[in-house]
């Protein structure tokens, strides 16, 4: 995995969290359809792909909070290490330059 794969994983699950967060603001909204994430990688790119759940017909607000919960949990866990991937990478690449300068 390179750099650019873990920009675009961050960037995708960032799109996870928003949706997920737009969801939880509309818990208390009547009839709300929430919107849910998928994060879809092959091995050229990783992206989020937003799609409405199915519309139940329910007057109140569609939302599951505990799913909510877990999709932020692991959205904030996979950053995490994304980013620990990042920093490790620049640290090598600079201790690189070091040696061949």
Not at 16 to 43: H, K, Y
């Amino acid at each position: 995995m390179n750099i650019s794969n873990n920009i675009a994983s961050l960037q995708a699950h960032q799109t996870m969290l928003n949706t997920s967060a737009n969801n939880v603001a509309n818990t208390n909204s009547d009839g709300f359809v929430p919107t849910q994430t998928r994060v879809i990688g092959d091995e050229n790119s990783i992206r989020a792909q937003n799609t409405q759940a199915d519309n139940t017909g329910s007057q109140t607000s569609q939302t599951d909070l505990s799913k909510e919960m877990v999709t932020q949990m692991v959205a904030e866990d996979v950053s995490a290490i994304n980013v620990a991937t990042i920093r490790t990478q620049d640290e090598m690449f600079g201790t690189l330059l070091d040696i061949k300068a």
